[in-house]
DNA sequence: TAGTGGTCTAGACCACCTC
DNA sequence: AGGTGGTCTAGACCACTAA
């Protein structure tokens, strides 16, 4: 007797992870309440057998989920489905991307596109000499035509993008486009009130509450290729985390 | 002729995972600059070798330092040190916790600690039965005296800390006390303005901007144990987070 | 005592990058 | 072509929990 019946279908011959393709299909499961909150699932060493793979990898599929906080373990006794819906994450995405994944229309309004000379704090967060220059972006981005926030990024002179280009896409799409593998992310949130330009650009009034994210983005070589220093309108916007201890 | 000289002792009869011993020292020596940002790291078959380890101990080793955002692999090319000083990160701890990990002097006004009907968000994010009571907190957190933060709790009746206990230690703190491991926490991060009641507790003019957080915590077993609805003075506080894509 | 997850090993094959 | 990390296997022993 099962506790979990659980059928999944494996392509050993596809070029995606045996672990992924478990991970994925659990996770399925999860969603559409097949396996309910609470609920225990049989030991890996079952689960690694009914579903025809080695115990390794029926560990790191189910280690995908304990990350993500939709499985809890505890040794001695086992493996659960946490209770509680859980909601999705704030990515290594930009706006533009989360804007369009949740259907709504996003544009942007490009205010600046330069070359410049970055203050200290922006020169070390990049990794510039002390007389190098940098590319400074400044732009509105708006949701179904409501402003929702003011980015102010910086770039290395090297990735450049296309403001044209910026009116249409995110930067984070376009950067990916030319061949930089984003990776890490360090982020700082906070808030602030709206300076009178920020009130204007945004069409609230001075002094409205705003969110501040200021962020460093590095690439697969650790190298850092964007800085941004964005806020958002504080009703239209906030972020999800999820923290899970070892 | 190795690019890392890179000394540890391992200690093979201490019940901490030699992978875990290996991510410290690693993770040392990267504090320490004797991992240069940058820098390449041997390969891990090399290193595997060289400190007395398998393969898949020295990966995973070294998966927790990528996971932290220090390390950056790339296939084929090798491992790097990340460029640009990491901060540490938001944990699964208290704010109490965090202060006086600073050096602040944190301490606590408790204005209300009572038995409550909860509302219909409250009692689904922690379970409860409809018609089911719940415990209600209601605290001022200061640091060296100095208003910093309003935190309001809801938690189920049988988790009740204190009040004399609360004064002088943290929330967390108290629950870890008790024999519940906290395991999870799902974070909603947004901005608001001060409501005149808001801005008297915590010395700020009305309309002040305040940093909301909304908390779920659940422990190893997934049950939902706590869920906190706090704002702190923007001023003052911050949140640090690392992203990591796979 | 029986069952669970946690750790560790030794080896294999593959995909990707650089030269 | 050679070197790197990514994946997968089959097994072993241990620590913790619950009955």
Redesign the interface.
């Known amino acids: 007797m099962t506790t979990t019946p659980l059928e999944v279908g494996l392509d050993r011959s596809s070029p995606v992870p045996l672990y992924f393709q478990l991970a994925v299909q659990l996770e399925a499961a999860i969603d559409c309440g097949e396996l309910a ?2 609920q225990r699932l049989d030991n890996e060493i079952e689960l690694a057998d009914r579903l025809g793979v080695s115990r390794p990898t029926m560990r790191r599929a189910i280690q995908e989920l304990v990350g993500k ?1 939709l ?2 373990r ?1 040794r001695g ?1 086992g493996t ?5 819906a ?2 999705r994450d ?3 995405s930009s706006l533009f991307d989360d804007l369009a994944k949740a259907q709504r229309r996003p544009s942007t309004d490009v205010l600046v596109v330069e070359r410049r000379r970055p203050d200290d704090g922006v020169a070390t ?1 990049l ?1 510039l000499q002390p007389e190098e220059d940098a590319v400074y972006l400044e732009r509105v981005r708006k949701a179904d035509d409501v402003p929702l926030a003011i980015m102010r990024n910086w770039l290395p002179l090297d990735l450049a993008p296309s403001p044209e280009l910026l009116r249409t896409r995110g930067l984070y799409d376009l950067m990916r486009g030319t061949g930089i593998h ?12 709206a300076t009178s330009e920020q009130g204007r650009l945004l069409a609230l009034r001075k ?6 994210m200021e962020r ?1 983005t ?1 690439d ?5 290729v964007e800085l941004g220093r964005h806020v ?1 309108r ?1 009703e239209s ?9 070892r």
Do not use: N, W
């Not at 002094?207 to 501040?212: D, I, K, M, R, S």
């Open positions: 909150p609470g906080g499985l809890v505890k006794v659960q489905v946490v209770q509680g859980l909601k704030v990515e290594l967060a990794g984003l990776r890490i992310a360090s982020q700082r949130i906070g808030a602030t009130s002094g409205a509450p705003l969110l501040t460093v590095y697969d070589s650790g190298r850092p958002y504080a916007y906030s972020f999800q985390i999820t923290l899970v201890s």
